[in-house]
């Protein structure tokens, strides 16, 4: 899939999770309200240069209470931005428990990207994201780009069955620790899972090396995503 536009832009993306300690619950009402806004702020403070969406992951996964998803140009920025929200009211009781993060350019197994595949570019977002790394074993590469690409075209064949779940790739070989990152959005959960269901039945499935942790995030406008925080 490619997840560059027509005008070349090319995207830096983070997915990051926070943990807020138990301490933050017991403060008093009045600190809490402003210790969430203060984060907001930040947030706000830092766009249009870096778009961010917000979303609770509370009940969802245990060791994440919200999900920021950030889109950008430059890394350094986002970096800033990081550390302005770390020092909010709300970010100096908050802990980054998950930091997935990569950049967008066009796929080495299609031509042409689909609506679908342009989920980066949209400013609407679905209800549900999922996101994940992921890394190929050794023997993936040493095959050869025929092979490689024959097994793709069966995956991508499955993808295009579900054209109503979007789909986000970032790229991060050599800069973390996977080579990529994937995530999804869609507006049915179980509807997704058969998605995956089928994808792990194709060939390309034996040289997965590592698809896990995986975070689900319900989307919210930020600050209604904080205050279930509480």
Known sequence: MSNENETGQRWFVQYTAFKVASEWR????SARADGREALAQTVEEFAPAITTWGYSTIGLKSDADFLLWRRGSDPKAMQDMTAHLLQTGLGVYSTITHQLWGFTRPSNY????????????????????????????????????????GMMNEHMRIGHEY???????????????QEFVVAYECEDL?????????LRDTEARRYT?????????????LREALGLIG
Not at 190 to 198: C, G, H, I, N
């Open 26 to 29: 017991r403060l008093d009402r």
């Open 110 to 149: 299609t031509k042409k990207a689909t609506t679908q595949d342009q989920a980066i570019e949209l400013e609407d977002r679905q209800t549900y994201l999922i996101v994940y790394p992921f890394s190929k074993t050794t023997e993936w590469y040493l095959m050869s780009r025929d092979v490689r690409q």
């Open 163 to 177: 054209a109503d779940i979007r789909q986000v790739l970032l790229y991060t070989t050599g800069l973390d620790d």
């Open 190 to 198: 179980p509807r997704f899972s058969q998605l995956v269901v089928a």
């Open 209 to 221: 090396l590592r698809d896990t942790p995986i975070i689900t995030g319900i989307h919210r406008p």
